[in-house]
C-alpha cells in the first residue's frame, strides 16, 4: 500500500501545480528558534541591568544590598507589580486596559470614605474588590461582543474614574486613621514587609497561573492568533471577558494597597501609573501585538523599575529624573530587542543593518515586526 | 516612426513567446506560446494546477519565466515587474475585491492615478468629473460621488475595471472577474469587456465557466499540466471538444487503495434544511463514520460555507445540524467539545500559531480525554509527542516553534491536534493548498487510515485529482445547493467539472 502511494506521488510529481505557491524556502532559511532562546533574550539584559545597578549603588552606599532596602524596594513597587502582572495576561491575550491607574485611584478613595462611615474592614474590601470584578465585566463584554478596541474603551475608563476620584473625595486626600487594612501597607508577615510579601506571593501564583495552566496557553493562544484559537475551540469571548475581570479585580486590590500605604485615600494616588505598568510590562519581554511575554520578564522589569528608583534616591539624584532614566531604558530595550529581531529573521546580512536600525524604530511604535509570518523572529540572544 | 510602432502594435496586444517557469520540485509552465490582437478577447482555460495562474503571474510581472519572453505591445516586457507591466499598459482585475471602502466611487476610480491641479492640490471637483467621464465611457450607470461602501460586490468590481482602465490599457487581464457575480451584474461586466474590445483593448480572460466563455471570447487557449494543448477560435469549437482537451483521459487518475469497510456505516453528522445566506441554500445531507466525503464546487458554490456549518464555525441561520449524539452544533467551542475537527483553509492564519512551539499547537484547545487543567511542561510534552507520532509529523524537537516546519508537516500538526482531541469527524478545507506532492500524498494515506479506524472525514477540495484519488462520496454544488452525489469510484475530474458548471453529459463520461 506504501508502494503504491510514493510510486503514485512520484509521477504525480511531473504534474505541475500552478495554484500553489512554492515550497517557501523560509521555513528552513529562519535559524532555530525557541521559547527558551525568547525567554532568554529579554531576562538576560533585565538581570544585567538589576545586578550592574545594584552593585554601583552599593559602592557607593554600602547599606544598599541589605535585606531591608530590598524589602522596601519591593513595597515600592508593590502596587506597580500587582498591576503589571494583570497587564501581562492581557498584552499577552492582546488586550490592554489603560484605566488601572485611575482605578487604582478611585477604589483607594471610596475605601477611605467608606471606612470613615464606619463601614467594617471586611465589607469594605469585600465592596472593592466586587467593584473591580463588575468593571472587568463591563470591559470585557464591551471588548468581546461589540469588539471595541480596548485601548479606546478603557481611556475613556482612564478619564472616569480619575474623575470620579476626585468629585468623591472632594480633590483632597482622606485620611484613614486605623483600621485592618493598615496591616496590609505596614504589617511584618513571616517577618518581612507584608507588601513585599503580597508582591511576591501575587507573582509565584500569576506565573503559575499563566506558564503552568490550560487558562494561560490559551490565553497565549488567543493572543497569537486569536481566529486560530476560536477554531481550535478555545472558547475566546469567555477568555476575553476573564482577562478583563482578572485585571481590574487585580487593580481594585491594589488600589486597596495603595490607601494603606499612604494611610489615606488620595485621588491622586494611581495618576500615571497605567503608562508605568505598560512601560515594564513591555520592558518584561510583552509583545503588545500580543502572544509574547512571561511572569518572570514582567517581575523584572517592575524590579528594573524598583532598583533604578532605589539608585536614583541612593545616589541623591533629585526625583525629576526618575522618569527620564525609566523611560531611557524602556526605548533602549524595545529597539535592542526590534533589531534583534530584525536581525535574525529578515535581514541577516550586514548590508540590511542599517535598514534594521532604521525600521526598528518603526517596529517598537506597533510591535508587529516580529509576528509577521513568524519568521520575523529568531535567535538574536548574540547580539545582546 | 511613430506610425510604424502603431501599426506594429496594432498587430499583437500581447505575445507570450515559448516561456516556462518551474518551482521548486514542479514544472509549472513548459513551452507555452500564445498571442491576443488588440480588441480580442481571449480566454485562457484549464483546470486547478494546469498553469493559469503562473502564466498571468508571468504576464503582469509578477514571476519572472526561466525562459521565453513576453511582449506586449511588440514591447519586451522587462523586467519582469509589475511597475513595468503596468507602464505597458498591462492592467490586472484581480478575484479578489480591492476597494478603499471610505473612499467615494470618484476616488476609487481615480485612486492609483489622483490628477492634480496647480499646487500639486487635488481638486474633489475634478476627480469626481473625470471619474463620472470614464464610468460613462464605460456605459457604467454609477454615480462618482457615491461612498464605496453603499455599492454590492458587483459594482464594487466594476469600480476596479474602471480603474484599471483608466488610463490607456493595451491589456486587461481578468481573473475569473464572475467568481462572486450575480447573472445580471455579469450581464454588465460582459457589455463593458464589450466595450473595451471596441475600443482596441485586449482581454485575457480566465473562467472556470466554459458558458462565459462562448459567450464572450474569440479565441482560447487550452492549458493542461502546464503545457499549452489546444489554440481555438471560439466560433468554431463546442464545449465537448474544449473539455476533451482540458482533460487528458488517457492518462488513468490515480485512486488510492482503501481496506475494506463494515457494511453498515452510521451517521457521524446530519444536516438537515441547514442554510448559511446568502452562498448556500438549505441542505440536506449526512456524513458517516468511515467514509471521506468530499465537498466539489467553483469558489462561489458554497462549499466553504457548507464546510463551517459541520465544523460549527457559523451557525445555521435555519434548519440543523448535529452530531452523533444529537447534540446541535451551533458554536465552534461547543463543536469542538463534541468531538468535530476543524482544518481551515488558512492554515497560517486561522491554523496554527505560527510563532509558538508545535506542542502547544498540538495540545490547543478543548481536548476530549486530555481536559486537563494542569499543564506540567513534561506532561504535555509527553501528550504531543504521542500526538505526533499518531499523527505522522516527524519532528526533532517539538518545542520548536510551528513556523519552523515545511507546510505538509504543519497541516499535520493540525490534523495531530484534532487526533488527541479524539475527534469523530474531520473537516478540512482545501487540505492539501501549499503542500508538496510527495507530502499530500502522505496526508492522503494518513486520512484514509484514519477513516478504516472509523473518523469521518470532511473534505473541500478544488483539485478534482485530489477528490478522485481519496473521496468515497463525492458531493457537488452549484451557487450555494447541491446539484449531484457521485460515488468516489465513478469520479473522474471530467466529470465532476461538468457537473460543476452545469455542462450537460455527452455520454464520453468515463464511469
Known sequence: ?384 | MRAQQATGAARWALQVERVSKSFPGVRALHDVTLAVRPGEVHALLGENGAGKSTLIKIVTGAERPDAGSVLVGGAPLHPYSPRAAQRLGVRVLHQERQIAPDLSVAQNVLLDNLPRGRLGLVSQRSIVSRAQAELDRLGLDLDARAPATSLSPAEQQLVELARAVSRQASLVVMDEPTASLRRDEVRTLFEVIGNLRSTGTAVLYISHHLHEVFEIADTATVLRNGERVGELVVAETTQEEIVTLMFDRDVAHTRLPRRPRPAEQTVALSLRGACAPPRLQPVDLDVRHGEVLALCGTADSGTSELAELMAGVRAPAAGSVTVAGGSAVGRRTRAAGSGIGFVPADRKGSGLLLERAITENVVLGRLRGHARWWHWPAAVLRTARRALRRGGVRVDDPRRAVSTLSGGNQQRVVIARWLLADSGVLVLDQPTAGVDIAAKFEIYQQLLDLTAEGLAVVVVSSDYEEICCLADRVVVLRDGAVVGEVPGDGATPERLYQLEINMQSTGGVRA
Open chain 1, 1 to 384: 500500500m506504501n508502494d503504491l502511494t510514493i510510486e503514485e506521488a512520484a509521477t504525480a510529481a511531473a504534474r505541475p501545480t500552478d495554484r500553489r505557491p512554492p515550497p517557501t524556502p523560509t521555513a528552513r532559511a529562519v535559524r532555530r528558534q525557541s521559547p527558551t532562546q525568547n525567554f532568554a533574550r529579554t531576562v538576560v539584559p533585565l538581570v544585567a541591568a538589576i545586578v550592574v545597578l545594584s552593585l554601583y549603588s552599593n559602592s557607593q552606599n554600602p547599606a544598599f544590598l541589605t535585606s531591608s532596602n530590598w524589602q522596601n524596594i519591593l513595597s515600592q513597587v508593590c502596587v506597580l507589580g500587582i498591576l503589571a502582572a494583570g497587564q501581562t495576561f492581557l498584552i499577552i491575550g492582546g488586550q490592554m486596559d489603560l484605566s488601572v491607574g485611575s482605578l487604582v485611584s478611585f477604589i483607594g478613595v471610596l475605601a477611605a470614605t467608606r471606612l470613615d462611615a464606619g463601614w467594617s474592614t471586611t465589607t469594605v474590601v469585600v465592596v472593592c474588590l466586587a467593584l473591580g470584578v463588575a468593571v472587568g465585566l463591563l470591559w470585557g463584554l464591551t471588548v468581546a461582543f461589540l469588539r471595541v478596541p480596548p485601548f479606546v474603551l478603557t481611556l475613556g475608563g482612564l478619564s472616569v474614574f480619575a474623575s470620579l476620584a476626585l468629585v468623591i473625595s472632594d480633590n483632597r486626600p482622606i485620611p484613614v486613621l486605623d483600621g485592618g487594612l493598615t496591616e496590609l501597607g505596614f504589617g511584618q508577615w513571616f517577618g518581612f514587609r507584608a507588601p513585599a510579601v503580597i508582591l511576591v506571593v501575587t507573582v509565584v501564583v500569576l506565573g503559575l497561573l499563566l506558564h503552568f495552566t490550560r487558562f494561560g496557553r490559551n490565553v497565549f493562544a488567543l493572543g497569537s492568533a486569536p481566529r486560530a484559537a476560536y477554531l481550535a475551540g478555545v472558547p475566546t469571548r469567555r477568555l476575553t471577558i476573564t482577562l478583563f475581570v482578572l485585571n481590574s479585580t487585580l487593580a481594585a486590590a491594589a488600589g486597596l494597597i495603595m490607601m494603606s500605604r499612604l494611610a489615606a485615600g488620595d485621588p491622586r494616588s494611581g495618576e500615571g501609573l497605567e503608562l508605568s505598568v505598560i512601560a515594564v510590562t513591555v520592558l518584561g519581554g510583552a509583545a503588545l501585538a500580543g502572544g509574547r511575554g512571561s511572569m518572570v520578564g514582567t517581575f523584572l522589569g517592575v524590579l528594573v523599575f524598583g532598583v533604578i528608583n532605589a539608585s536614583l534616591t541612593f545616589l541623591q539624584v533629585p526625583g525629576a529624573y526618575q522618569s527620564l532614566v525609566t523611560g531611557g531604558i524602556l526605548i533602549f530595550a524595545v529597539t535592542v530587542t526590534a533589531v534583534a529581531d530584525l536581525r535574525a529573521g529578515r535581514v541577516a546580512t550586514t548590508q540590511g543593518r542599517a535598514a534594521a536600525f532604521g525600521t526598528a524604530v518603526a517596529g517598537v511604535v506597533l510591535r508587529r515586526g516580529r509576528g509577521d509570518a513568524g519568521n520575523g523572529e529568531g535567535s538574536g540572544a548574540s547580539s545582546l
